[in-house]
């Protein structure tokens, strides 16, 4: 007969499983900070870097900044904003997985939540490889958040780990949010203007996104339609973006989606 105690620690086990192993933090291009833990990402794939268009300035800077991080050298915080659906997020992993093509020694890692960023510091602080920590669509509720992040870009108490940079997506490059009254009470409303900027100036790297012309949108179609040997009318694409209300990569992909269901395939 079984042991009672038994019966009741196996139970508990049940109930509480031992936390699983360590990942091992050289053997993953990407990773996901959840819980006070890392994990490997699943099904990393980018798309190639040659696919983002209408992009070119901002992607020759990334994946300088992003080969200097990779090789040891002084690399810069970078933050990405502009208009919705216009490559920000797509260009942050493509770089990276492009720059893991060419046997650079760079990891991503994703985060939903900055109040465990020292935690994770001092945990990349001790690996031999440089790591991309990326925060996708950044904002802010309250003022305090930005100055704690803030902190984190200028070292704080315990300086940054020299192998890894903050790498941020926003939608406007004020990330702190911009109380009216507040600045139409300030003795200097100019004061007011550059503490909410004080933040993204602390990025080295600020890389702007904006709206696309019409050119450029047909440009993206056409390129993802070629992939999947779609033929489209400019016409139909225009008219897909205008009830869309935005030209974007974002639009431009949902419409061949769109396509492709009309034309009985799949991507």
């Known amino acids: 007969m079984t042991d009672p105690l038994d019966r009741i620690a196996a139970a508990l086990e049940r109930l509480s499983p031992p936390p699983s192993p360590p990942v091992d933090l050289r053997a993953h291009p990407a990773y996901v900070w ?3 833990a890392l994990v490997a990402a699943r099904g990393f794939a980018p798309l190639p870097l ?26 810069q915080d970078v933050l990405l904003w502009g208009a919705r659906g216009t490559g920000k997020s797509a260009l942050v992993k493509s770089a990276i997985a492009a720059i893991q093509a060419g046997d650079g020694n760079l990891a991503l890692v994703e985060i939903a939540a900055l109040d465990s960023l ?50 941020v997506t926003a939608n406007r490059r004020h990330l702190a949010p911009r109380d009216i009254a507040e600045q ?14 004080a933040l993204a ?22 390129t993802y339609a070629a992939l999947y040997d779609l033929s489209f009318e400019p016409g139909d694409a225009i008219g897909w973006a205008t009830r869309r209300g935005s030209r974007s990569g974002r639009v431009a992909w949902q419409y061949v989606i769109d396509l492709a269901g009309r034309m009985g395939k799949s991507v």
């Not at 040659?50 to 690399?75: E, F, P, V, Y």
């Not at 100036?201 to 056409?222: K, P, W």
């Open 34 to 36: 959840r819980d006070g």
């Open 50 to 75: 040659d696919r983002l268009i209408g992009i070119d300035r901002q992607k020759t800077s990334l994946a300088a900044n992003l080969d200097r991080l990779a090789k040891g050298h002084a690399a």
């Open 118 to 167: 020292s935690t994770l510091f001092a945990m990349l602080a001790t690996i031999d490889r440089a790591f991309a920590v990326f925060i996708d669509d950044l904002g802010f509720d309250v003022p305090a958040d930005a100055r704690a992040l803030r902190s984190v870009l200028e070292g704080g108490a315990e300086p940054r780990p020299a192998n890894v940079r903050l790498l």
């Open 184 to 197: 139409e009470s300030a003795i200097n409303p100019r004061d007011s203007a550059d503490d909410h900027l």
């Open 201 to 222: 100036d602390r990025f080295g790297l600020s890389l702007g996104f904006h709206a696309m012309d019409q050119e450029t949108y047909l440009a993206i179609v056409a």
